[in-house]
Antibody
Framework: KLQESGPGLLKPSETLSLTCSVT????????WSWMRQPAGKRLEWIGR???????NFNPSLKSRVTMSVDTSKNQVSLNLKSVTAADTAMYYC??????????????WGQGILVTVSS | QSALTQPASVSGSPGQSITISCTGT?????????VSWYQHYPGKAPKLIIY???KRPSGISNRFSGSQSGNTASLTISGLLAEDEADYFC??????????FGGGTKLTVL
């Protein structure tokens, strides 16, 4: 239902651009989140975007991250600028489901491997 | 941000029960019922199996159960099946609107 797409190989200093396409699941009125997982390390939350465009980002990445949403295509996008080898990771998108108590990630994509190498 | 601690690996024989712990602190896991658990087969999409500590999404087997005691949330899988062999990770939703993840646990079914 969620499919990440984008270039799998980048050079240092380039901008990572990924798209998450959503099919078969409700798109509107949800937050959509991006995570990444370097090999052998834990998942790291990158940020989230509501379908109105409201965003929240991980403070450690905030200066380099932007997200956007295209409700006509049921897509959310992630841009991470000035990448380095440390940004090499599997990148995942997921839908954020929230209720009065809090939020969780109810649907995920299978991820896309992005490698940064000169 | 907090750091959620999980055992790197657990194992069990078919039919047995295993428990995977996810330990935080009194200011995160211990204060809120906002831990979720995911099953992840390599190369596949992670799958939500427990949310809000104890709740199961529709379609998830009742062999999966969640609990919490103090600063530790736990996932128990009863009646182990070969197909349960996967990676499992916990996730905490924090007040700030961010998510924190455990390091993941590899379950081996002997």
């Amino acid at each position: 239902k969620l499919q990440e797409s984008g270039p799998g190989l980048l050079k240092p200093s380039e901008t990572l651009s990924l798209t998450c396409s959503v099919t078969g699941a409700s798109f509107g009125r949800f937050y959509w989140s991006w995570m990444r997982q370097p090999a052998g390390k834990r998942l790291e939350w990158i940020g989230r975007i509501f379908t109105t465009g409201t965003t929240n980002f991980n403070p450690s990445l905030k200066s380099r991250v932007t997200m956007s949403v295209d409700t006509s295509k049921n897509q959310v996008s992630l841009n991470l600028k000035s990448v380095t080898a440390a940004d090499t990771a599997m990148y995942y998108c997921a839908r954020v489901r929230c209720n009065s108590d809090g939020c969780f990630l109810d649907y995920w994509g299978q991820g896309i491997l992005v490698t940064v190498s000169s | 941000q907090s750091a959620l601690t999980q055992p790197a690996s657990v194992s069990g024989s078919p039919g047995q029960s295993i428990t995977i712990s996810c330990t935080g602190t009194s200011s995160d896991v211990g204060s809120y019922s906002l831990v979720s658990w995911y099953q992840h087969y390599p190369g596949k999409a992670p799958k939500l199996i427990i949310y809000e500590v104890t709740k199961r999404p529709s379609g998830i087997s009742n062999r999966f159960s969640g609990s919490q005691s103090g600063n530790t949330a736990s996932l128990t899988i009863s009646g182990l099946l070969a197909e349960d062999e996967a990676d499992y990770f916990c996730c905490l939703y924090e007040d700030s609107g961010t998510f924190e993840f455990g390091g993941g646990t590899k379950l081996t079914v002997l």
